[in-house]
């Protein structure tokens, strides 16, 4: 999985909301990422795929949650968030439009 070829499916893709603009503000990404990945492989991709140096990362499985619709139960889908410090200086330019 840690292929040059695969790092592209390590980050599925970067959540973008105003928390996370806000963070990345103080040198910080959030991404959702593989149920698969951990630190080092994140670490690996982020700094392949976009040329920084990565500080730390910080991982977190979000668990799926119960939801109602009418008479009809289900939850939503279980999956995993990085949060991605980069060294002081490093910035993720394609990441800095999307807000």
């Known amino acids: 999985m840690a292929d040059k070829k695969y790092y592209g499916d390590v980050l599925l893709r970067p959540l973008v909301t105003e ?10 990404y959030i991404f959702e990422v593989h149920k698969d990945a951990n630190k080092y492989i994140v670490k690996d991709a982020v700094e ?3 040329n920084v140096k990565v500080d730390r ?3 977190m499985n979000i668990k799926a ?5 009418g008479v009809f139960v289900g939850k939503t889908r279980s ?6 410090t980069l060294v002081v ?8 439009g999307q807000h």
């Open 19 to 28: 928390k996370t603009v806000a963070a990345s503000e103080l040198n910080k």
């Open 57 to 59: 990362v910080n991982i």
């Open 89 to 96: 200086g490093y910035r993720i330019k394609e990441l800095e």
């Open 79 to 84: 999956w995993k968030k990085a949060v991605v």
């Open 48 to 50: 392949k795929l976009f």
């Open 65 to 69: 949650k119960p939801k109602k619709r």
